[in-house]
């Protein structure tokens, strides 16, 4: 008797015992009667390349990577999706049945998939974005606003020598914003973005005054811990419309799942609330 082989997938980092995609992925998996597993593993750097060439013939179809492997996977990978290139990182791998290594990076997507289904009226178009933050998130969302054809990215970062290599890497329609200038140009806004840990729980406040950020302005945050950040408690007092940061981790899992075990998931109240468990 033939017994078909169960889909075996995972996510890959170092640390790993935080990561809350095995709890996604399991919860899909049994949602939808999917007979796989879905497994984390802490891998050192040094053992990244084996371990993904050994993982396809232990019978897996691919894996997440996380920190600090999503920089690296592409001196690895074989094949490389045009956004995981342009954004210098990938965070989803599948073991192709010819036998090469597909690296994507699905954070742009599941940031904008989180945006149109919380914030239905939101339009890229309507004007600038106001970037907090240059690290590998702000990469993916630079290069999914882009994407989606907004006029202008106003960028700032503590650090201001990595803004200017984002806007050096993507180009013309990036403005760096000095730090401290940030709050006189939220009135240029129309979609303000916290891509920073600032605000996290255990980490530093995220100082920014609002004064100047007008009603109309979607604020949207990376942080999902807590759910309602400090800058979405003071932007929803103001008035404005805000979208948290923990749709951005479910959106971005769906593409994987579908390659993986074959079956497209649904981002819904449901999986939130077992998220937020």
């Known amino acids: 008797m033939n017994v078909p082989n169960i889909p075996l997938a995972g996510v890959i980092g170092r640390p790993i015992g935080h990561s809350k995609s095995p709890r996604l992925h399991s919860h899909w998996l049994q949602r939808y009667g999917v007979p796989g597993h879905y497994i984390p593993m802490d891998v050192a750097t040094n053992d990244l390349a084996h371990v993904l060439s050994v993982l396809p013939k232990a019978g897996f179809r691919g894996v997440n990577v996380t920190i600090p492997h999503k920089e690296a996977v592409l001196d690895i990978a074989d094949v490389i999706s045009d956004r995981a290139s342009l954004i210098g990182a990938a965070n989803t791998l599948t073991f192709?049945?010819?036998?090469?290594?597909?690296?994507?990076?699905?954070?742009?997507?599941?940031?904008?998939?989180?945006?149109?289904?919380?914030?239905?009226?939101?339009?890229?178009?309507?004007?600038?974005?106001?970037?907090?933050?240059?690290?590998?998130?702000?990469?993916?969302?630079?290069?999914?606003?882009?994407?989606?054809?907004?006029?202008?990215?106003?960028?700032?970062?503590?650090?201001?020598?990595?803004?200017?290599?984002?806007?050096?890497?993507?180009?013309?329609?990036?403005?760096?914003?000095?730090?401290?200038?940030?709050?006189?140009?939220?009135?240029?806004?129309?979609?303000?973005?916290n891509t920073t840990s600032l605000g996290m729980t255990g980490k530093e406040e995220l100082k920014l005054p609002l004064d100047n950020l007008r009603t109309s302005t979607l604020v949207t945050d990376l942080v999902y811990t807590p759910l309602t950040t400090p800058l979405l408690t003071a932007a929803a007092a103001k008035g404005c419309p805000t979208v948290d940061g923990l749709g951005m981790l479910l959106h971005q899992a769906a593409p994987g799942f579908e390659r993986w075990f074959g079956h497209t998931p649904e981002v819904d109240e449901a999986l939130r609330k077992v998220m937020l468990r």
């Open 96 to 193: 192709q049945s010819d036998g090469k290594l597909h690296a994507d990076n699905t954070d742009g997507v599941g940031f904008i998939a989180n945006l149109r289904q919380n914030a239905p009226g939101w339009d890229a178009t309507a004007g600038p974005a106001l970037v907090l933050g240059a690290g590998g998130a702000a990469r993916a969302i630079v290069a999914a606003l882009l994407h989606e054809r907004v006029p202008q990215i106003l960028l700032a970062n503590r650090t201001r020598a990595r803004a200017d290599a984002l806007k050096a890497h993507f180009g013309g329609k990036v403005e760096v914003v000095d730090w401290n200038n940030v709050s006189s140009r939220l009135g240029d806004a129309t979609t303000l973005i």
